[in-house]
C-alpha cells in the first residue's frame, strides 16, 4: 500500500477530481452571481451584508484552486484550501438538513442539487480527497517537483 501511496497516482486523481468540481462549479456561479446570492441567502446563516461579497470572493477562489489542483501547483496549499471551504460547506448543508430546508445546495448553476443526504456525502468525499491530498501531495503531471 505504501508503495502505491508513494506512486503519486492516487493523489494524481484525488486532486484532478477535486480540481475539476471546484473548476467547473466555480466558473458556474462566476456565470451566475446573483442566483449565487440568493442560494447563499436561503441558507440564512450569514448576514446579508456579507452576502455580496462572498458571491465574488468564493467562485473567484475555488475557480482558482480547482485550476491550481488540476495543473498540480502548490498542492498541499491548494488541498488547504479546497478542504477548509469542503468543511464549511459541509457545515452548511448539516446546518440546512437539521432545520429541515428545502433549499438548493448553491455548488452548481447549471446542475441545480438539492440539501440532502446524497450532498452531504458528496461533500464529505470531496473534503477526504482534499485532506489525502495534503498528507500525499506527491503526483504526476504536476508542475510542482517532489523529491
Known amino acids: 500500500?505504501?508503495?502505491?501511496?508513494?506512486?503519486?497516482?492516487?493523489?494524481?486523481?484525488a486532486r484532478i477530481i477535486v480540481g475539476y468540481i471546484f473548476l467547473t462549479y466555480g466558473i458556474g456561479k462566476i456565470a451566475n452571481p446573483t442566483l449565487f446570492v440568493?442560494?447563499?441567502?436561503?441558507?440564512?446563516?450569514v448576514p446579508n451584508f456579507s452576502l455580496n461579497i462572498i458571491a465574488l470572493i468564493l467562485p473567484w477562489l475555488?475557480?482558482?484552486?480547482?485550476?491550481?489542483?488540476?495543473?498540480?501547483?502548490?498542492?498541499?496549499a491548494n488541498s488547504v484550501i479546497t478542504a477548509s471551504m469542503m468543511f464549511v460547506f459541509v457545515l452548511a448543508v448539516v446546518a440546512a438538513m437539521?432545520?429541515?430546508?428545502?433549499?438548493?445546495?448553491?455548488?452548481?448553476s447549471t446542475n441545480p442539487q438539492k440539501v440532502g443526504l446524497?450532498?452531504?456525502?458528496?461533500?464529505?468525499?470531496?473534503?477526504?480527497?482534499?485532506?489525502?491530498n495534503i498528507y500525499f501531495p506527491k503526483s504526476w503531471l504536476s508542475l510542482d517537483k517532489f523529491d
Open 118 to 132: 446524497p450532498k452531504l456525502i458528496e461533500n464529505l468525499v470531496l473534503l477526504g480527497l482534499s485532506i489525502f
Open 62 to 76: 475555488e475557480t482558482i484552486c480547482g485550476v491550481l489542483l488540476i495543473t498540480g501547483v502548490k498542492v498541499r
Open 98 to 108: 437539521a432545520r429541515g430546508l428545502d433549499i438548493n445546495c448553491g455548488c452548481s
Open 38 to 45: 440568493s442560494e447563499i441567502a436561503n441558507y440564512d446563516i
Open 1 to 13: 500500500m505504501k508503495k502505491i501511496l508513494e506512486s503519486g497516482i492516487p493523489t494524481t486523481i
